[in-house]
């Protein structure tokens, strides 16, 4: 079946009791057990696992093509999850683009969890051979990356690390799996934010992996997720569902946008350079066109001059808010070194667009008031 008829109706089978279409939210914590804990129904308590829990993993795992998928609270929750489920020593290579708090968690807390890492440009596949090493179990990468949209070659870069036996992962919370599915295109695990597009409404918070095999590591990640507790709620787990039913055409329509917009601050005298792999001149535009169904919806610029003019920028909007986080129905803008605060990599001048559901005219005009002639 095609992507959009998953998404409709993946997780959404009929309630038994009811026939109620939309699925019922459990809240229930605990569940009946058999005078010896016997689980009949196969729920025991609500952090190991719970029905609403399980209807969103069956979707997300189908929707990126995997065999299995777990939900946590959090994207962050999700990585750190994964990340734990390495053996102790295990070396990570990641993608020097990557969300900030994951370099975070390499900062503080890879040596108490005994691995450590390496941060590479993976936007040149060939640089991954040289940072490979004996004891390289895993390869982190995002495309397109947060802040910067590089692109990565996923395919290329899974043939390396397989060849060495490294896993990978692919955080893919720009593109969402209604545009690029890591796994078909050799990835082991796909890491998601639902947080962003799948919630698609800044109204929840949640993480997923998705994994191509239920393997050793994975039931690790699943103890991992209940003793450490990272699990998402079951109303949380609903909201995502509900979400996932029209994020095809959400996304659709916000990399239409994202394109013009895009096209438009290329054109702009006050306007340094565009980020976004819809642009023929972006370096990974050939790679994106190949692994992706659209660019997206996330667009960063440069503003001329430096870190105050484009934070004046930002305070000129009218329609398009300042605010953090991504993926909603609302454009949001964001000066992204301001807020991730003094170990931010992102360049002075940065802005970092999220394109909503607005109509491209009014967001382009909001952008041009915005921008000094
Ligand atoms: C937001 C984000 C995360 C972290 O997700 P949370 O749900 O905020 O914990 C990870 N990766 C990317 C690319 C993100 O944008």
Request: overall charge negative.
């Given at each position: 079946m095609k992507f959009e008829t998953i998404a409709v109706?993946?997780?959404?089978?009929?309630?038994?009791?009811?026939?109620?279409?939309a699925p019922p939210i459990h809240l229930s914590t605990t569940f009946e057990h058999g005078?010896?804990?016997?689980t009949p129904k196969g729920f025991l308590y609500v952090r190991e696992s719970n029905p609403t829990q399980v209807r969103l993993e069956t979707a997300l795992a189908e929707l990126e093509g995997g065999e299995a998928a777990l939900a946590f609270s959090s994207g962050i929750g999700a990585g750190a999850a994964y990340l734990q489920s390495?053996?102790?020593g295990s070396h990570v290579v990641f993608a020097?683009?990557?969300?900030y708090d994951f370099r975070t968690i390499v900062a503080e807390f890879f040596p108490a969890w005994g691995l450590t890492a390496s941060m590479v440009d993976l936007s040149d596949p060939k640089s991954l051979e040289a940072a490979l090493?004996?004891?390289?179990?895993l390869v982190w990468l995002e495309t397109p990356s947060n802040p910067l949209l590089k692109i990565v070659d996923i395919e290329s870069i899974a043939r390396i690390a397989s060849a060495r036996g490294a896993k990978l992962l692919v955080d893919g919370t720009f593109a969402t799996p209604a545009l690029q599915q890591p796994l078909a295109l050799g990835a082991d695990a796909v890491l998601q934010s639902t947080t962003k597009y799948l919630g698609g409404h800044s109204d929840v918070q949640g993480g997923a992996v998705i994994v191509k095999t239920r393997d050793e590591q994975f039931k690790r990640m699943l103890l991992v997720r209940k003793v450490l507790g990272a699990v998402a709620s079951p109303f949380n787990s609903w909201l995502i569902l509900r979400g996932l039913r029209s994020l095809t055409c959400r996304v659709e329509r916000q990399a239409a946008t994202a394109q013009s917009i895009a096209e438009s601050l290329a054109q702009h005298p006050a306007v340094e350079t565009v980020h976004y792999p819809g642009l023929a001149s972006h370096p990974g535009h050939d790679i994106a066109a190949r692994q992706m169904r659209a660019f997206g919806g996330i667009v960063s610029f440069t503003v001329s001059g430096g870190e105050a003019e484009a934070v004046e920028v930002a305070s000129h909007l009218k329609l398009i808010v300042n605010a953090t986080s991504l993926g909603g129905v609302e454009s949001l803008i964001e000066h992204r070194r301001s807020s991730e605060g003094p170990t931010s990599q992102a360049p002075p001048n940065l802005l970092r667009l999220s394109v909503g559901l607005e109509h491209e005219e009014d967001l382009i005009a909001d952008l041009r008031q915005a921008l000094p002639s």
């Open positions: 109706h993946s997780g959404a089978d009929r309630d038994p009791e009811t026939g109620a279409i005078p010896a804990a016997e390495l053996p102790q020097d683009d990557i969300y090493r004996a004891e390289t179990a």
